[in-house]
């Protein structure tokens, strides 16, 4: 039989002195990362809370474009988020990366999609794996290289977006191989460009560099 109601007042009531706060950041997290499956999305986050560990949050809300689904899959919040939580190891287990992946709500079937692009193993080097997920993103090499720097950089939103000429080289030299219809020559003569101009910026490349008509794409 169903046990009787049983009547609280307010002095028996005792809410954790720390559950405003708690509550407080999660919603404005949730609002600011908008997940598909929300109950999926806190699981991940609480969890992550409990271990200290990078949360699965955007830094800002992102509006979809017109032409976009609300759950279009990938997009570069979600990707700086896995960066944020994944690039402190070099080399991240598959099993790792998937459970991440599993937590924003992402489809497997992306996951695949783009992990088939070169020949992983049970680990991935993160950095080409941010790479593969900028090709994703963009359109072009140059608008999958806009998307990185814009990631990877320290500086404020909306700013140069700089990044060191090693990791600029480094994932331009890959994507290009993996485009697979770039000529070796060709990416050399565009590396040895943007160099130039990093030499005369403190070794630093800035989105304008590469972004601006260029005679080699």
């Known amino acids: 039989m169903p046990l009787p109601d049983t009547m609280f007042c307010a002095q028996q009531i005792k809410i954790p002195p720390e559950l405003p706060d708690i509550m407080k950041k999660f919603t404005k997290a949730a609002i600011r990362t908008q997940p598909h499956d929300v109950l999926q999305w806190a699981a991940a986050y609480f969890?992550?809370?409990?271990?200290?560990?990078?949360?699965?949050?955007?830094?800002?809300i992102e509006m979809p474009l017109a032409t976009e689904k609300a759950d279009a899959g990938l997009t570069p919040g979600l990707l700086k988020i896995l960066h944020k939580q994944l690039s402190?190891?070099?080399?991240?287990?598959?099993?790792?990366?998937?459970?991440?992946?599993?937590?924003?709500?992402?489809?497997?079937?992306?996951?695949?999609t783009i992990l088939q692009l070169d020949d992983f193993g049970e680990e991935v080097e993160w950095m080409k794996f941010l790479a593969l997920g900028c090709s994703v993103l963009g359109k072009s090499l140059l608008s999958s290289m806009k998307h990185a720097c814009e990631i990877l950089t320290k500086d404020p939103e909306g700013g140069a977006a700089r990044v060191p000429f090693e990791t600029f080289s480094f994932l331009y030299?890959?994507?290009a191989r993996?485009?697979?219809?770039?000529?070796?020559?060709?990416?050399?003569?565009?590396?040895?460009?943007?160099?130039?101009?990093?030499d005369q910026q403190h070794g630093m490349v800035l989105l304008r560099n590469?972004?601006?008509?260029?005679?080699?794409?």
């Open 47 to 60: 969890s992550a809370l409990s271990k200290g560990e990078t949360l699965p949050v955007k830094e800002r």
């Open 88 to 112: 402190p190891k070099d080399m991240v287990n598959v099993a790792e990366l998937k459970e991440k992946w599993k937590h924003l709500c992402l489809s497997e079937e992306q996951l695949d």
């Open 173 to 175: 030299s890959y994507l």
């Open 178 to 198: 993996i485009d697979g219809e770039i000529p070796e020559e060709k990416t050399e003569a565009f590396l040895h460009g943007i160099k130039e101009y990093a």
């Open 210 to 217: 590469f972004l601006t008509p260029s005679p080699f794409f």
